[in-house]
T-cell receptor, first 113, second 111 residues
């Protein structure tokens, strides 16, 4: 157990809808990263948050947005859902000035119909 | 573009066998390489490697990095059915904290 929690566990949405996924980071960690993992693929970096600011972004459109709160928890928002957004969404917490190891939560399985 | 490639993509062996999983990378400014095991959902951390030639070991698992040839291997000896999982390799680039993942190796251990 890493101490990183995510909610909800599963979610089913329809095309065009919006979704919010949540992540609580491990105690003492100040950085949260979000990844999208399609079936049979490795995780792809979406973005990272540090001190409530976006600190790096992968190749994802602006309809993927996020927030980090003062307690270092984080949200991932996806607008105008598309079928290809169906995936496992993983959040990972780490320490900005610490070792490179990122600790992952259990993920949210999003299905877009 | 930064790239991490794992091989094989899939491997089926019998309990007790030894397996070697491969990870090669082409990145702009390497900082460290990490191995994760993913059974159902959350990837769980196995090893972090930053220096060439220094083996990291944990029980039956071991890993080594070759920064000259740009690859790493993960060895599992005396495999057990509980080792069945997807093994992910990821690289961190200098100046960025994002992990660049390979596509993973699906390992199946048959009794």
């Amino acid at each position: 157990e890493t101490g990183v929690t995510q909610s909800p566990t599963h979610l089913i949405k329809t095309r065009g809808q919006q979704v919010t996924l949540r992540c609580s980071s491990q105690s003492g960690h100040n950085t949260v990263s979000w990844y999208q993992q399609a079936l049979g693929q490795g995780p792809q970096f979406i973005f990272q948050y540090y001190r409530e600011e976006e600190n790096g972004r992968g190749n994802f459109p602006p309809r993927f947005s996020g927030l980090q709160f003062p307690n270092y928890s984080s949200e991932l928002n996806v607008n105008a859902l598309e079928l290809d957004d169906s995936a496992l969404y993983l959040c990972a917490s780490s320490l900005k000035q610490g070792p490179d190891t990122q600790y992952f939560g259990p993920g949210t399985r999003l299905t877009v119909l | 573009e930064d790239k991490v490639v794992q091989s094989p993509l899939s491997l089926v062996v019998h309990e007790g066998d030894t397996v070697t999983l491969n990870c090669s990378y082409e990145v702009t400014n390497f900082r460290s390489l990490l191995w994760y095991k993913q059974e159902k959902k959350a990837p769980t951390f196995l090893f972090m490697l930053t220096s060439s030639g220094i083996e990291k070991k944990s029980g039956r698992l071991s890993s080594i990095l070759d920064k000259k040839e740009l690859f790493s291997i993960l060895n599992i000896t005396a495999t057990q059915t509980g080792d069945s999982a997807v093994y992910l390799c990821a690289v961190i680039i200098q100046g960025a904290q994002k992990l660049v993942f390979g596509q993973g190796t699906r390992l199946t251990i048959n009794p």
